[in-house]
């Protein structure tokens, strides 16, 4: 109260002496605030209502009483999902796909960028502007050929690579390497070139230059990469719905469809819990790393 | 400690010549400043010596080792680059304790070291702060003291005070001889600031176009200059140019530079003109040499009057500019005595100071 007071009486002299500014100025925070406000609802929405949802038995959700409201709160879907060892393979799998495919992404993509933006060699431009280029084709043209290349494998070598979930580690990183790649390219370009300069004369190899001044100096622009990787493999539905099949080798989105939908039957008390439970993880390392991704998003985007 | 040699260095950017063929020795514990305008090639010769750029062709000596093909760390030099290149994610200490951790010193003796170049530096209480909580004179005392601790062969400067404020320049310009005055290591230093160089140089290199002008102490290539653009890059205001005839006059020789003005030539330089009688020439003459007419005229000078066309009073002198021919001409004199605009001025030229300048070689006579 002290402090809208205050703020209030510090408006009142403001005013007096310069109207049009503080009148500005409220308007534009009033504005804000409103397309805010508009935002948060558009995007809440959602998860409120799964949230809701989940909370619900089966009797409740398809009863027709306010979908908004719940008058019989239950955990029974959360029980129910996490005593059930299915859901649970689904998260391990899910899991370990998003782990490696977060490390192999950064491994990869650290040392690339890191040659496309400092070693000048002979096509390094054109390289780096092709890497970007394959950023550009849309995964659903890609797994048809990749489908045939596992099946070319399996027919030379005998390895059977389709409706295994480790195969995802293969496959999600030719959607993250790239895009990481060129985040990095920009970051690490962003760095003045005297910096490698002073170290090379300081007696720094090419390792001890990436390791020692890039990558902490990059560290926000890897922890953007790191959290682009982990949502494209936390959350892609289309490789693994086309290249799992089994029960226990699905990963969370297509393990939450295929299992908790037979046939019509959609058991939506569990499917919300689940979607909401799946969603946890990336918020948060969201919630914890955004300070990071902002800074790294924006020192990207304007060189420095 | 070690000198350094440069032998017939060539530098081509694609086919672009930066450097054409450049000799050089720099003697041990030397301080010699590379000068310039940009463009010239100094700061690519210094990187050439720093192992950053490769030499097309040429030979690189640092000590008695020939070090063309070997990589910077291991020419056991030290460079200070213009915008610091401090490393922003460590402490000053570890920013001048890089390069030692990476050559596994140990701990004490890294310490010790850092220590002795701070206390040099006067930065022993910014050991633990960032590079972003340091102005940009601290930031260019650590980027010196991260060369310092390393003890190399050679310091390489490049433009390091250029981006300093023009106080902090003048002030950092002094600590930087005075440092070399305790260190004593044998340095290159590249500027394109001409007062620079004047201030610290043993020897200055004046590079003009991818060559070396002129090698000289600063008396040197202040009194005797080569060639027309060093004379006219030494010196502030610039040497006065004007497109002159030598022509013979009695027994003696006298600079014509227009219908209403012409100077005798000094006795002692008449022997080294006179074979130049009857050519269109280039005088030189600096302004500080054109003084306000006093009483007694010192041999050698020769007094006229002129018509002032701007005057700039400095606080402790005053620019006077006229006209000759077209040209507009500088003097330096005592503000007390200087004139108005539009007022005729008694002047004297010292012409024991003056250049005749072969206006198709640039050569200074």
Known sequence: ?304 | MAQVALRNIVKMFDRTPAVQGIDLDISDREFIVLVGPSGCGKSTTLRMIAGLEEATSGEIYIGDQLVNDVPPKDRDIAMVFQNYALYPHMTVFENMSFGLRLKKFPKPEIRERVQAAARILDITNLLDRRPKQLSGGQRQRVAMGRAIVRNPKVFLFDEPLSNLDAKLRVQMRTEIKKIHQTVTTTTVYVTHDQVEAMTLADRVVIMNGGRIDQIGSPHEVYHKPRTQFVAGFIGSPTMNFLPCRLVENGAGLTVRLSDWLALPVPPSREARYRPRVGQEMIFGLRPEHIREGRGDMPPGSAAFDARLDVVEPMGMETMVYFIVDGVEVCGRVDPAAAGNVGESMRLVADLNQMHLIDPRTEVVI
Not at chain 1, 221 to 243: D, K, Q, R
């Open chain 1, 1 to 304: 109260m002290t402090m809208t007071t205050a703020a209030a009486a510090a408006g009142q002299i403001g005013r007096a002496r310069y109207g049009s500014i503080s009148r500005g100025r409220r308007r534009a925070l009033f504005w804000s605030y409103f397309f805010l406000i508009l935002f948060v609802i558009f995007f809440l929405t959602p998860p409120v209502y799964m949230f809701i949802t989940s909370l619900k038995s089966s009797a409740e959700i398809s009863a027709a009483t306010n979908p908004w409201w719940v008058y019989h709160p239950t955990l029974s879907n959360y029980i129910d999902l996490l005593t059930q060892n299915q859901f649970l393979i689904f998260f391990r799998n899910s899991a370990i796909v998003s782990i490696c495919v977060v490390s192999i992404t950064m491994v990869v993509s650290i040392f690339a960028a890191f040659a496309l933006a400092r070693m000048r060699f002979w096509g390094s431009a054109t390289l780096a502007t092709g890497v970007f280029l394959t950023y550009l084709i849309p995964e659903s043209l890609l797994f048809i050929p990749l489908f045939k290349t596992f099946a070319y494998i399996h027919d030379k070598t005998g390895i059977e690579l389709i409706n295994h979930w480790w195969v995802l580690i293969i496959l999600y990183p030719t959607l993250t390497v790239p895009f990481a790649t060129w985040l990095m390219i920009g970051y690490f370009s962003s760095i003045p070139k005297e910096l490698d300069e002073a170290a090379l004369i300081d007696g720094a190899g090419y390792i001890q230059m990436l390791t020692r001044i890039f990558i902490p100096v990059a560290i926000p622009g890897i922890i953007a990469a790191m959290i682009f990787s982990f949502t494209v493999s936390w959350a892609n539905f289309l490789y693994p719905l086309a290249f799992t099949t089994s029960a226990d080798q699905l990963v969370l989105p297509v393990g939450i469809v295929t299992t908790l939908i037979r046939g019509d039957v959609y058991a939506w008390g569990q499917i919300m819990t689940g979607a909401l439970l799946g969603a946890a993880p990336p918020l948060i390392i969201y919630a914890f790393l955004m300070d990071y991704y902002i800074s790294g998003l924006t020192a990207g985007a304007t060189k420095g």
